[in-house]
């Protein structure tokens, strides 16, 4: 048997099925204004649920009474927001076990992970190397797998060839951005040895010298140490990343174990 109203008011506990609800009291003790529903429950547009997908589903709001003005959820995303939506919540939320999500994830804050963090399916594990893994540019049916090196210091670098000239002449930026103390060039000469040294460092250019009397011709790597950032401390002692005596909001530990 059902029954029709227009509007239902319930003052104190409504419960719609069977078995006892502890956390929301029971007789004397029941908590007013609690409702307790034994599922499965929809809520919103029926008809994307075609079996039991859970306790709770939650549909499109396909509600056509005249007052029924959804309105956007305020703010913005780095690739916008993804309305209407079937759920809104305002404060904070818990899940007490696993969270599956079909589509996109997007988070205007940080993501914080209490263990690994894991991609493509298990495939990429970001505690683990830095990689870049792609379709193999010559050889079909093979892939390419390259891993970024790793060092104690937060180096940034510089490369190219030197020909007819007796300088390098260093990217502007790094005026602000390198420590010139930090600096180390690699010569490598071409097609003859020419016996180049670096002779000095001054204004943002590495002054080159050949004791060989022919024009310099070789390729250049030059490294150097930002200076806009903390210096880091490769070993410190500690049992875990919030030991490290340096300022840790400048990094991101990305293969912490």
């Not at 030059?222 to 909001?249: A, F, H, M, Q």
Request: with cysteine; net charge negative.
């Amino acid at each position: 048997m059902s029954y029709t109203f227009d509007d239902l008011d319930v003052g104190g506990q409504l419960r719609i099925g069977t078995g006892l609800c502890p956390s929301l009291g029971e007789g004397d003790k029941k908590i007013d204004g609690s409702a307790f529903i034994e599922g499965p429950m929809v809520v919103g547009a029926a008809g994307h649920f075609p079996t039991p997908y859970a306790t709770l589903m939650v549909g499109p709001n396909l509600n056509v009474d005249p007052d029924n003005n959804q309105t956007e959820v305020p703010g913005d995303l780095c690739q916008g927001l993804s309305p209407p939506y079937s759920l809104a919540v305002s404060s904070n939320a818990a899940v007490m076990g696993n969270l599956d999500v079909n589509f996109r994830i997007q988070a205007g804050g940080l993501i914080v992970a209490g263990m690994d963090v894991v991609s493509k399916c298990g495939r990429h594990w970001l505690s683990a190397k830095k990689d870049f893994d792609i379709e193999h540019p010559t050889k079909e049916g093979w892939r390419l797998r390259h891993v970024a090196p790793e060092g104690p210091t937060a180096d940034v670098y510089y490369r190219g060839k030197v020909v007819n000239k007796k300088s390098i002449q260093l990217p502007e930026y790094w005026r602000k951005l390198v420590d010139t103390s930090t600096i180390t060039v690699n010569l490598t000469p071409i097609g003859a040895h020419q016996n180049v040294i670096v002779k000095g460092i001054r204004d943002n250019k590495i002054m080159l010298q050949s004791n060989s009397g022919i024009p310099i011709n070789c390729y250049f790597h030059v490294y150097g140490e930002r200076r806009d950032c903390e210096r880091n401390i490769p070993e410190y002692e500690g049992t875990s990343p919030k030991d490290y005596p340096g300022n840790n909001s400048e990094y991101l530990q990305s293969g912490q174990v």
